[in-house]
């Protein structure tokens, strides 16, 4: 899916959503629709703590995220 939507998507979704609300004055038709939200967790979730270094030592370095790992798709 694009991150930015031409014009003529603008459009389309200004007509549909002006359609839904056209509907709605009519009969409740918004109550009976169900929205759905998704979401990609990673399923081994390590948590980082924040630590101290003393002057002039180096932060600790952490491992960078795997793109291999187990995700999880959520849907709410």
């Given at each position: ?18 359609a ?22 990673y ?34």
């Amino acid at each position: 899916m694009p991150h930015e939507l031409i014009a003529e998507d603008k459009s389309k979704r200004k007509g549909a959503c002006l359609a839904l609300l056209r509907d709605q004055r009519k009969e409740k038709i918004l109550d009976r629709i169900v929205t759905c939200e998704e979401k990609c967790v990673y399923y081994n979730n390590t948590s980082r703590k924040g630590g101290w270094s003393a002057p002039g030592e180096s932060a600790g370095s952490v491992a960078r995220r795997a793109l291999t790992n187990k995700k999880l798709l959520l849907c709410i």
